[in-house]
């Protein structure tokens, strides 16, 4: 009621993103994935730069294993909110999935220089680059 009356919009609309959006929730939790998508593109189509939605659907799309759509609403949502690390994550992750390696290094250091005491992504940091001399040979 206080966001409703705070962003001047009728409280049934409100309601009725919250409902969606926990019903997404309740999808996911249950691995019932295409219904998630569906209800994540109609809150969607209700609210178009809603970016809770926008990261849901992402994430589905990153468990489905169809990294382009995820990578872009990723990128969507960091063009509004450049210092949300969880989104820049799982975008890295997306990029590892394609071995699109500099790029997911370039996520993971990001999220490092703001949290430099992360030792999952320290480690994935490590593990990248070991994976990309391997690959190209040490840049010595």
Same mark, same amino acid.
């Given at each position: 009621?206080?966001?409703?009356?705070?962003?001047?919009?009728?409280?049934?609309?409100?309601?009725?993103?919250?409902?969606?959006?926990?019903?997404?929730?309740?999808?996911?939790?249950?691995?019932?994935?295409?219904?998630?998508?569906?209800?994540?593109?109609?809150?969607?189509?209700?609210?178009?730069?809603?970016?809770?939605?926008?990261?849901?659907?992402?994430?589905?799309?990153?468990?489905?294993?169809?990294?382009?759509?995820?990578?872009?609403?990723?990128?969507?949502?960091?063009?509004?909110?450049?210092?949300?690390?969880?989104?820049?994550?799982? !975008?890295?992750?997306?990029? +590892?999935? $394609?071995? =699109?390696?500099?790029?997911?290094? #370039?996520?993971? *250091?990001?999220?490092?220089?703001?949290?430099?005491?992360?030792? !999952?992504?320290?480690?994935? +940091?490590? $593990?990248? =680059?070991?994976?990309?001399?391997? #690959?190209?040979? *040490?840049?010595?």
């Amino acid at each position: 009621v206080a966001l409703a009356a705070k962003l001047k919009i009728k409280d049934n609309i409100v309601t009725k993103y919250e409902n969606i959006l926990s019903q997404v929730m309740n999808d996911v939790s249950h691995g019932k994935l295409d219904d998630a998508e569906k209800k994540c593109l109609t809150l969607l189509e209700m609210f178009p730069n809603d970016t809770v939605s926008k990261f849901y659907l992402g994430n589905i799309y990153l468990s489905k294993g169809e990294f382009d759509k995820a990578i872009k609403l990723y990128e969507q949502i960091l063009a509004l909110q450049p210092d949300n690390l969880n989104v820049r994550y799982n !975008l890295a992750i997306a990029y +590892l999935r $394609q071995q =699109r390696y500099n790029e997911a290094e #370039q996520q993971l *250091s990001f999220i490092l220089s703001k949290q430099p005491n992360n030792q !999952l992504v320290q480690q994935q +940091l490590n $593990q990248i =680059r070991t994976v990309k001399n391997l #690959q190209f040979g *040490s840049t010595h």
